[in-house]
């Protein structure tokens, strides 16, 4: 029995061509597609908790239960979450938008002020605020540079989960109900 097997484009180049658009456009063009909302936490190697709020976070397998979550290379937190052996990503709620904000700027000192932490099962810091939509206790399991960010695979050793709205990002900014924006050059 013959089957239809597709066939190689052998004229076109086997390395990826360079893009057609300016960064300000791919950035606008990612921001189309909304994501949860999530503070990754862990503890430097001297005791300190340090976190940040990340929008790129997803899942990976199901057995091994894996979630994925990435990190500018150029960001102060990386040397932290390259030597950490755990992490806690905090899947947030609507009503935790201050926290969202208060973990995408500022001092680490400042993030962490007034926000009450509780330890993980594996010892690692995580917010002890009862809003959280969900959380995922990971042993940092690979790492991966990818262009100017590093991709952080974890692997899920205890989670948890709450029935609340989530907290949404949108179009560059964070949404409940995220609105339509003109789209320029397309």
Same mark, same amino acid.
């Given at each position: 029995?013959?089957? +239809?097997? &597709?066939?190689? *484009?052998? /004229? ?21 597609? @909304? ?10 190697? +001297?005791?300190?908790?340090?976190? $940040? ?22 960001? #102060? ?8 052996? =755990? ?5 947030? #709620?609507? #009503?935790?938008?201050? $926290? @969202? ?5 500022? &001092? ?5 002020? /007034? ?16 809003? %959280?939509? @969900? ?7 690979? =790492? ?5 960010? %590093? ?9 948890? =989960? =709450? *029935?609340?709205? &989530? ?20």
């Amino acid at each position: 029995m013959a089957t +239809d097997v &597709p066939t190689l *484009h052998t /004229d076109l180049p086997m390395t990826a061509l360079p893009p057609d658009f300016d960064q300000a456009y791919f950035r606008s063009a990612l921001g189309r597609f @909304a994501t949860g909302v999530t503070i990754v936490t862990t503890e430097t190697q +001297d005791g300190r908790p340090w976190g $940040l709020t990340v929008s790129s976070f997803n899942a990976v397998s199901l057995e091994p239960p894996m979630v994925l979550w990435s990190l500018s290379q150029k960001a #102060s937190a990386m040397p932290h979450f390259l030597a950490a052996p =755990r992490y806690v990503i905090h899947v947030l #709620s609507a #009503s935790q938008l201050h $926290l @969202a904000k208060r973990f995408a700027h500022g &001092p680490q000192e400042d993030r962490f002020r /007034d926000v009450e932490l509780a330890r993980s099962a594996g010892g690692v810091p995580m917010l002890a605020d009862p809003d %959280t939509a @969900a959380w995922f206790e990971c042993y940092n399991f690979a =790492r991966h540079p990818a262009g100017d960010h %590093t991709i952080f695979v974890g692997q899920v050793e205890r989670c948890g =989960r =709450r *029935h609340t709205q &989530p907290l949404v990002y949108h179009a560059g900014d964070f949404d409940l109900t995220p609105s339509i924006e003109p789209i320029s050059g397309s």
